[in-house]
């Protein structure tokens, strides 16, 4: 379904916040960056949830690049969060921001969380970027992990985006979809798989959100370029439009 179709973001009368969301798996910019940026450009959002940001050699130069090239800033997240990376545009007003790393299994990749805390005229919400291990006994603890996060953020809102590396069903899948509302399930809109962009057949990236944050639609568009698409990575995005209320007056 076209982009345009999907709700524009916007600040409701009563203090509301809609949002456009994106979490995308960039392969560390590895491949055709400026078509990752036109694919980003083009999904006009609020938020991205990045993974697999570069983590190494001039990292930040990296992420501020694609930042500019994409209309947007960088929030947190990169190499001080093993790959995912947060990006925002101009409307959010930051409170915090954290870099989480999570334990270590030896012989494994080590894995991250990107956090902030964010407002958006009255709706106050928390966002993590994550990106699950590929082990399926590892991304179950790991799930819970975020899920703890997500409780530690401490705002009656939070948004998670990420590469979950499993099918939903899952152990680790479940795991989160127990706490959190998964876009798809609630809103479905556009294509529902996020592998790969040459034969998409599962879908194991997400927008989750907490209880109290209403989907209007979610999933990978359909009118983006497929040049494009295939040149940037090896994941489709996932846009989500999102209604966050307003957070109680003080």
Request: with cysteine; proline share 8%.
């Amino acid at each position: 379904m076209a982009i345009t179709e999907l709700p524009n973001s916007r600040t409701e009368d009563d203090g509301s916040a809609v949002l456009r969301v994106l979490s995308y798996n960039v392969r560390s910019m590895r491949d055709d960056e400026d078509a990752l940026a036109r694919v980003v450009r083009a999904c006009a959002p609020d938020v991205v949830f990045v993974q697999e940001a570069p983590r190494f050699f001039r990292w930040r130069k990296h992420a501020a690049r694609l930042a500019a090239k994409s209309d947007l800033v960088v929030l947190s997240g990169g190499a001080t969060a093993a790959g995912p990376l947060l990006l925002c545009s101009l409307r959010a007003t930051v409170e915090r921001t954290e870099d989480v790393l999570l334990p270590l299994t030896p012989g494994l990749h080590r894995r991250g969380l990107a956090t902030a805390v964010v407002r958006f005229a009255g709706a106050r919400v928390g966002l993590i970027s994550c990106h699950l291990s590929l082990r399926k006994d590892e991304r179950y603890a790991q799930a819970g992990l975020v899920l703890d996060r997500v409780a530690a953020l401490g705002t009656p809102h939070v948004l998670v985006g990420g590469d979950l590396n499993e099918r939903p069903g899952g152990p680790a899948f479940t795991r989160l979809t127990g706490k959190l509302r998964d876009g798809w399930a609630e809103a479905p809109w556009g294509g529902e798989y996020t592998s790969i962009p040459e034969d998409p057949h599962q879908r194991i990236d997400a927008v989750l959100a907490t209880p109290g944050v209403e989907f209007l639609g979610c999933g990978v568009p359909t009118d983006l370029d497929p040049a494009d698409l295939r040149a940037a990575t090896d994941h489709l995005p996932v846009l989500a439009a999102v209604r966050v209320p307003a957070a109680p007056s003080p």
